[in-house]
């Protein structure tokens, strides 16, 4: 502080500050109390779970909820068919979004502008209406009730190319040259030099892809319809659906669906805050 | 065997010739070679069904037979049917509160763009909702929003009505019910956005003004606002986009019920489709929300983007 403040400015300031919290902790609440209420509803067992004002600290915690759960829904196969899907599509994502960055960012071609504004344009495109379709195709290759129909389309997607390709664009070209220099191919070029150093975008595609390909839901529900190859975001509408009165029970199944997405989450909350830097500029 | 002695067959030749059968495909060759399942995939799951079903959508299309076509007559039947009538109506509804979203969204990330001790745990959590499974988020708000939930038992309890609600069984109310649950979904991502746009301003900017002594609202319309103009574009056509798309939380939450007043342009071209199997119909109501939403964009970009230049 530059020049001392009188003491009433002081407690002004105290007040903003004051208020700057209430409001804060205020929306705080507001975001995250549905997640807090179903937990609390989850781990406890007595009482009217909507009885009013909330109780978010359980008399008698216990797990009997979430054993319960198991007991009524086969939600350890929702688990992996989620952990299933959720791993190949990053996996492939990874790999077909950080091919296609690569001539994108580092070789000259004929047609790469074209390449690029075709791709530029699926992000106008409004493809949330292509689920009809991309059903329809589902049903003539056969790939309806498969996990391949879930993951296909998903799998290619502009905004991981142009992560990836602005990753490229960073790695220095002596590099690059001095590989081609000794003799090595260009796919060697991108599996020797590109992808390890663009291991931090990478993470950050995989956590985003992680998180999204966990908590998809419409296409999933659309392609599947044998409860037995659900993921867990699709499934657990089984349980409220089956058990629409079994409040917590089917709250400790809401808390087993969104837990692995939220941890994720909380441990890798920079990428989340961060990776948007790009976008804005 | 030892060829190198082979007079017939001098190794330098052998090794010329292997060399030649493969030689290195032309830079040209190698980048398509890399891009090919990235374009296939988006040939196959995002061109062609655009394409493919605009067409479909003037067809008379069951699946097993080929498409037949029939001009208009299924944009006919579509603006006939009420019901697609009030999803058109719903999804304007929609529109109207995307304002309010923004509002929220920016005076948010101004709230959390200091240094107060905790702020980051703040942001999280304002983030929470974002990254929630929307099937979940259903759930939640099912029980929220039951008419012995805890909005009506808070309501009671304060004595602000004295019957219960239904808020999602009221025709009257149903629709913005969800709509609050969109918005409640959006808040948080809108304001990372936001967030990312403040800390790009140079702080020096505000600086200077602050010694010029202009006061904090000058600060926010005359430096910000405009500074933040082009994430204010963004976020302005990301969310009357969504807007005209909203699908997952009528879904979820009501299934376009009571009756079919929480019926969108989507979830009708969802109901269309996938549960009636009536695709031609569907394709022509999403085809329908594909030129509000291509319309809409262009507004955004017409009468955001001059103003603060």
Redesign the interface.
Known sequence: MPFKLRSSQRNARRLTTLLHYAALVAIALFCAFPMLWTLATAIGTEGNVFAFPPTLIPEKPSLENFAEVFRVIEIGKYYWNSIWITFWTVLWTVVVCSLAAYPLARLKFKGRQLVFSVILVTLMLPTEVNFLVNFITMTKLGLVNTHLGVILPTIAGAIGIFMMKSAFEEVPQDLIDAARVDGASELRVFWQIMLPLALPQIATLVIFTTVTSWNNFLWPGVVLTKSELMPLAVGILELSGTFGSATRVIAAGAVMTIAPALIVFFFTQRFFMRGFDGAVK | MDTTADPLHPPAVNKHRRRATRA?LT??A???L??A???L??L???????L??SY?AFTEYK?ITPPEWVGLKNFEELFEDEVFITSLKNSLLYLLIVPFIQLGALL?AV??NNS?PG??F????????V??????????????Y?E???IN??L??LRVINEPIGWLTDDRIALFAVMFVTM?RG??WYM??Y???L??IPKDIEEAAVLDGANRWQRFWRITVPMLA??IL?CSVLST?AAM?V??EV??LTRGGPMSSTFTG?YY??DM??RSFN?PR??AA??V??VF??FV?WLNFKFIQPRHR
Do not use: D, H
């Open positions: 290195p830079t040209t190698q980048a398509w890399f891009l399942p990235a374009l995939l988006l196959g799951f995002t061109f062609w069904p655009v493919w079903g479909l699946v948010l709230l959390v107060l702020i980051k703040f942001r999280a959590a304002f983030y929470v909702p990254v929630t499974s929307v099937s979940v988020v259903g759930i939640m708000w099912g029980w929220m039951n012995q939930g805890l038992a808070a009671q309890w409640w808040l948080g990372v956005l967030l990312a746009g800390q790009a082009p994430t963004l986009l798309k699908l997952e879904l979820i989507l071209a969802y489709g996938i695709f569907a394709l999403s085809l929300v594909s939403c291509i964009a």
